[in-house]
């Protein structure tokens, strides 16, 4: 008699990229390199490329509210990630369903602005993502940027972080929002690749070197979803962190250069290395 073998399953809670180097393509990308089964419940339809976002059409508040229902109606789910929601109907709508669906191990990635200035939240609904998301989340994930614009809008002020230490200051102050761990990326200071990890009690530092590469597209939805598919798999949140650090750092080192912009990382390097591809 066969056994049955255990799938554990990640939701994500995202936009679409078309060009698959970003949101719930990367995500689901992701989950699936982790041996992780990937679910989405798509936020935003978006027309971009490695260039840039060119148009985004938003999914109505009721549509993501009823895909949340099918999923957590039917298959049980391990972990969610959420990225790119960008009105205050939708994350209203995301908020009440995961307060009535009560998910374990919930990872929030802040998505504010592509990597080409192209404004993905409104900026009306950052205090909605402050007040209803971030204090629904195990794990927050911004990087500097977003970390400056959560503390800004909390406390209307401006916030410049340009140092490991303000790093940790800016984690300590976000934590208070209620989110259990930040982790803040380190990518966009200069010298080796350091995050932050805060707890409420105690820091991790991360650190790696810095890899010469433009092609970072997707960086931040494949750490955090990865974050997600090692909690959903069981390990403790600074654990996943870890793994998802190395994950990431792989997938960056051997990025695609696909496009005229700015490539994706490799989600499946490891996998496509196993099965006799050269990257080199």
Same mark, same amino acid.
């Given at each position: ?29 992701s ?17 971009? $490329? ?20 099918a999923?957590f109606? %039917? ?16 994350i ?17 990635d ?27 989340? %195990? ?22 972080i340009? $140092? ?20 803040i ?44 598919? $090692? ?34 990382t $490799? ?14």
């Amino acid at each position: 008699m066969k056994t049955k073998k255990l799938i554990y399953s990640a939701l994500t809670i995202a936009g679409s990229d078309s060009c698959g180097g970003a949101g719930i393509q990367a995500d689901l990308k992701s989950f699936s390199a982790h041996g992780v089964y990937g679910m989405s419940v798509i936020t935003a339809v978006t027309a971009q $490329n490695t260039q840039g976002v060119f148009a985004v059409q938003d999914i109505t508040p009721e549509l993501i509210a009823q895909q949340i229902d099918a999923i957590f109606s %039917d298959i049980e789910v391990h972990a969610v990630k959420i990225g790119m929601v960008s009105k205050i109907a939708s994350i209203e709508a995301i908020s009440k369903k995961l307060q009535q669906y009560s998910p374990k191990n919930v990872v929030l990635d802040p998505v504010m602005i592509s990597k080409s200035g192209y404004s993905l939240l409104q900026p009306e609904a950052k205090t909605a993502l402050i007040e209803k998301l971030l204090p629904l989340a %195990d794990v927050l994930t911004p990087n500097i940027p977003e970390a400056e614009a959560i503390l800004e809008e909390k406390y209307k002020k401006k916030f410049n972080i340009t $140092n490991v230490d303000e790093m940790v200051l800016a984690a300590k102050e976000i934590h208070k929002l209620g989110a259990k761990y930040v982790l803040i990326k380190g990518g966009h200071l200069e010298g080796k690749a350091v995050d932050v990890l805060y707890d409420g009690k105690s820091t991790s530092f991360l650190e790696t070197e810095r890899i010469n590469t433009k092609n970072t597209h997707g960086t931040g939805c494949t750490l955090s979803s990865s974050i997600a598919a $090692n909690l959903a798999l069981g390990f403790s949140v600074v654990e996943s962190v870890k793994r998802s650090k190395e994950y990431i750092t792989t997938a960056i080192e051997q990025s695609l250069e696909i496009g005229k912009g700015v490539g994706p990382t $490799n989600h499946f390097y490891t996998l496509y290395k196993k099965a006799g591809l050269n990257f080199d």
